[in-house]
């Protein structure tokens, strides 16, 4: 058995660990600063993650766990992610009552969690993986205990979240029950000789509809904007960023390593899947007033054009998912580091908020600015190559059935709606109605470091996009099946 | 060299940012100079130039070559007869704005942003790169208007943002099925063209990429964001929407839409020419009969628009010619006449309204303005002796082989356009006053030396095109020699 393979997950869980134990010896005024101590962790697992660079695709507990590009890439994401997410909730434990140190050591599990979910080739890792992800997010949400919004989200997340829980295990049930298998690539094995067997098809339709949860994608997306408006902006950006990105690399995993038959049949599934998640998301997102209610239905129509790729069933689709998905990072936690350093000034989360906002401090304007124009896919930022990449591959398929030409419509159509809110963000930036409170908002050094940071992101996925795309290549080769 | 015009302008731009906020002045300083460079850098590349060699490339990088997408930029005459046009307008556009004090150094900085865009999309000839710099064009002039602008802005802004996205989106919905079905190798305009795309393809791809282009040409009945946003935005905001985006839209459906479904072209070019004369009719009809001095402008901007569209799909080197070289003198002359209106008569009386100008006989108060309208409306109406004479006669005749009946009504449109413009001439400035203006009482600053010298420069370059329109034919003209135009002026025939 070779325990280095897992020894980035090691090193999280001692990290969560550690952090719990210090937090029985510090002082109760130095508590908040152990989160740059978590973020500084977090840092050096992911410098010491490139010492697994060019190393071959590996897999340890009788093929359960898989290290290859695909979960170094992903295993990457999550930790970037988790470390400005770590620096978001030191900035935000002045709003947490108690047990902060808990706060940090719950994000490093759910960090743990997503990053077994990018190795995991067995359905059973797989459960664990989500539910070691979910159980701490069911905390993470309703971290404030006395803000009743806060509760409610964590009452919502754990009745969605529960539900689809059963949905999954049940899934996992049947197909272990058909096929006496748990592990992909071994149902990948004997999958055409259940290709017609119901029982079998109905347990990989269930476990998908428990994944979509995850994703916050038709049918299990209405939990997004309840849970997302309730609970502590880094829960919500954490929930935004490495959630949705964790469900999706097990999702990539099943639909092209275990069921890649399956995949190809149920392709206009899929579609209709995106096409529904891309207009709802869009729609409900129009008449929001609620900043972190907008994250939550633009959440869902991105999670909607990420499902575009996926239902590409090709290479390049399943690359303009990894890409997007790094855009995407980039922008949402810019996002959400401005709403946080916003909402620190001033009461409420309404999109008023803003108002005055590029007088108060410009490079939160801007970092929010980009972030939206990202969001909205207008270049030269991520968020509008990653656009590019999913439509190309989308039609790329149209010769072969021609719903591809719908769905590319309705991206068109969901891109063309979704710039109204964005925008309409930017408006309230620039210019409001309301006569704005005009103090200047002090951003601390690390945020704004970590706002560059963002910024960068965006810009250098945006304007060079290449390397980036070639990582995506090379990690989603791990799945090639055509 | 000509690149430098793209990166002199982002220089620009980062000077400004990096500038101290609350210094109008030096803003100022380095918009006009970074402008300044801009436009003698086209003068001297266009002197330079030898337009008979065709498109001669730049520069060519790879840029994300998994895609054979290219960082490439050339030009041939089209392109530098263009750029040429951005040089002058953004120069002219400063001139103009140079009482701008509230938040002096973002507004250039969009300014110049906006000036980079577009002088890279008349340079890009990669696909992807064009469309790059095309949205570039579009965000800052969205916060153009909605910060600077007047009249209605936020609403005027969202119009025009969401009428380009439309149409951009439309664009890349095109260009992105061209790049799917030629393979997925290369996004080469060069390459692309030459592409034998299927009649089915080009059928759709064609409509969709030309107009969603020609939106932001204002081509009837998509205009309708031209009237309101150049009425919301701010003077300089105005004369570069008038003088150059809308310009980006009809170059981006002659170098795009048409050199790449040339038998899509064919199809439709009878609907798109019954649409231009459409423009051109309603604009002038609809101009005759507005209220506000900068309507009329807006409205008239729709009609001359009319005529590069029809100009573009005559398909003969006459009328194209004609059209490329009315998107110059447009872009001269909607200049000058947006001076005026927004700067030399609006910051001074404070309203723009017809009836209320008619009371202030402005002809004795602003006697500068006056004479500079009356030359640009002289100029606008097609006189002999200006450019707009020159363009609008080589469209008609181009037009005429191709489409008889539609350039007897484009021939209506231009005598309502006499009208209009001398109805809004004699109301603005000549007006009959039933009783003696107080004019003591509220004395109109005298017109600055910026607003002299910007009204020169255009009004000396419409004259000199006028006189002289061989200087820019001998460019236009041979571009349209190419292996790019070739299946175009061949009507799809392959």
């Known amino acids: ?93 002045g709003r947490i009552a108690t047990g902060i140190s808990e706060y940090y050591s719950l994000i490093i599990f759910a960090l743990a969690g997503m990053m ?18 979910t159980v701490t997010f069911y905390v993470l949400t309703s971290f404030q205990r006395a803000r009743l919004a806060s509760l409610e989200a964590g009452v919502k997340y754990l009745i969605i979240g529960a539900l689809s829980s059963a949905f999954l295990v049940y899934g996992i049930a049947l197909v272990f029950g058909t096929t006496g298998q748990l592990n992909f690539n071994r149902i990948a094995a004997v999958a055409s000789e ?57 999702l990539l995993r099943l639909l092209f390593t275990a069921v890649p038959a399956i995949t190809e049949r149920w392709n206009d599934l899929l579609i209709v899947v995106a096409m529904v998640t891309i207009l709802y998301g869009n729609l ?90 990202s969001l909205a896919g207008i270049p030269p930022l991520a968020g509008f190559f990653g656009k590019f990449l999913l439509i190309k591959a989308a039609l790329e398929q149209g010769a072969i059935d021609p719903l591809y030409y719908w769905l590319v419509g309705v991206a068109f159509l969901g891109v063309i709606i979704s710039i109204s809110y964005y925008f309409g963000v930017i408006r309230a930036i620039y210019w409001s109605k309301e006569p704005p409170v005009l103090s200047a908002i002090p951003v601390p050094l690390i945020l704004r470091l970590a706002l560059y940071v963002c910024l ?21 080769k791990v799945l090639a099946v055509r | 060299m000509l690149a430098w015009t793209v990166y002199i302008s982002f220089l620009g731009v980062l000077a400004l940012m990096l500038l101290p906020a609350g210094n109008a002045r030096a803003a100022r300083g380095v918009a006009l100079v970074t402008a300044l460079l801009g436009f003698l850098i086209g003068l001297v590349s266009a002197f330079g130039f030898a337009p008979e ?35 002058l307008a953004a120069v002219a556009g400063i001139l103009f704005s140079w009482n701008i004090e509230h938040r002096a150094k973002e507004f250039f900085v969009f300014y110049l942003a906006l000036i980079a865009g577009v002088y890279g999309v008349f340079l890009s000839f990669d696909l992807f790169l064009l469309f790059v710099f095309y949205e570039l064009a579009i965000i800052p002039k969205y916060f153009l208007i909605a910060i600077w602008g007047s009249t209605n802005r936020e609403y005027g802004a969202m119009k025009l943002a969401l009428y380009s996205f439309i149409g951009s989106a439309m664009v890349l919905v095109g260009l992105v099925a061209a790049y799917v079905t030629a393979g997925s190798k290369t996004m080469d305009l060069l390459v692309l063209a030459q592409y034998p795309f299927p009649p089915a393809l080009q059928n759709w791809a064609f409509p969709v990429v030309f107009i969603g282009f020609a939106i932001l040409a204002g081509l009837w009945p998509f205009h309708t964001w031209a009237p309101t946003g150049h009425v919301a935005a701010p003077t300089a905001a105005s004369m570069l929407l008038a003088g150059v985006v809308m310009k980006l839209g009809a170059y981006g459906a002659l170098r795009v839409a048409m050199t790449l479904f040339p038998l899509g072209l064919a199809t439709w070019r009878n609907e798109i020419a019954l649409l231009a004369v459409i423009g051109i009719v309603y604009g002038a009809l609809v101009a005759l009969v507005q209220k506000d001095f900068k309507f009329v402008i807006g409205y008239s901007s729709v009609s001359h628009m009319g005529f590069v569209i029809l100009g573009l799909v005559t398909l003969n080197t006459i009328g194209m010619t004609g059209a490329v070289l009315q998107m110059f003198s447009h872009g001269v002359i909607a200049g000058l006449l947006f001076g005026v209106v927004g700067r030399m008569v609006y910051d001074r009386t404070h309203t723009r309204d017809l009836p209320e100008l008619e009371a202030m006989r402005l002809n004795k108060a602003l006697p500068f303005a006056a004479g500079t309208f009356a030359v640009a409306a002289f100029a606008s109406m097609g006189l002999p002796g200006f450019s707009g004479f020159a363009a609008e ?98 009507g799809g025939n392959l």
């Not at chain 1, 507990?61 to 890439?73: I, S, T």
């Not at chain 1, 990018?118 to 070691?132: G, M, R, Y």
């Not at chain 2, 520069?59 to 951005?86: E, K, M, N």
């Open chain 1, 284 to 373: 409900c997102a129009i008449p929001q007033r609620n900043l972190k209610r907008i994250f939550g239905y633009s959440s869902i129509a991105n999670a909607g054009y990420l499902l575009m790729g996926v239902a590409a069933l090709s290479g390049a689709g399943r690359a303009a998912v990894l890409y997007y998905l790094g855009g995407y990072l980039f922008a949402v936690l810019a996002a959400f580091l401005v709403i946080l350093l916003v909402m620190n000034e001033v009461e409420g989360e309404d999109i008023s908020a803003l108002a005055g906002l590029n007088q108060r401090s410009p490079l939160l304007a801007a970092a929010l600015t980009c972030s939206m124009v």
């Open chain 2, 53 to 87: 060699r065709g498109i001669q490339t730049i520069t060519r990088t790879a840029w994300i070559p998994g895609l054979g997408i290219d960082y490439y930029l050339a030009a041939d005459g089209i392109s530098v007869t263009l750029v040429l046009l951005t040089g």
């Open chain 1, 1 to 93: 058995m070779n325990y280095s393979l897992i020894s980035l997950e090691i090193a999280v869980v001692i990290l969560g660990l550690g952090l719990l134990l210090a937090d029985l010896w510090i002082r109760p005024e130095q508590k908040t600063r152990l989160g740059y101590l978590a973020a500084l962790g977090v840092g050096l697992i992911l410098f010491w993650s490139f010492k697994f660079s060019g190393v071959p695709s590996a897999s340890a507990f009788n093929g359960m766990f898989v290290l290859d590009p695909l979960a170094l890439y992903f295993q990457r994401f999550f930790l970037l992610a988790a470390i400005i997410v770590l620096i978001m909730s030191v900035a935000f434990a």
């Open chain 1, 116 to 133: 077994f979910a990018a190795s995991a080739n067995d359905l059973a890792l797989l459960f664990v993986a989500l539910e070691l992800i």
């Open chain 1, 456 to 476: 960068a992101g965006m810009f250098y996925l945006g304007l060079f996009p290449n390397t980036v795309v070639e990582l995506a290549n090379a990690a989603v």
């Open chain 2, 393 to 490: 006669l080589q469209v008609l005749i181009g037009a005429w082989s191709a489409f008889p009946t539609y350039t007897v009504l484009a021939g209506v449109g231009i005598v309502v356009g006499v009208a209009y413009t001398l109805r809004v001439l004699q109301m603005a400035f000549f007006g009959e006053a039933p009783e003696p203006v107080p004019e003591a009482a509220h004395p109109l600053p005298p017109i600055t030396l910026p607003e002299r010298l910007g009204a020169v420069l255009l009004i000396a370059t419409t004259v000199l095109i006028g006189l002289c329109p061989r200087l820019l034919l001998s460019l236009i003209g041979p571009s349209f020699q190419s292996p790019l135009f070739e299946h175009v002026l061949k």
């Open chain 1, 194 to 250: 259940f290709a017609d067997n119901r029982v079998f098809l109905l347990g990989i339709l269930f476990i998908l509809v428990g994944l979509s949860f995850k994703l916050a994608a038709f049918p299990a997306h209405l939990w997004a904007p309840d849970v997302y408006q309730g609970s502590p902006v880094p829960t919500t950006a954490f929930l935004a960023v490495g959630s949705k990105a964790a469900g999706f690399v097990l």
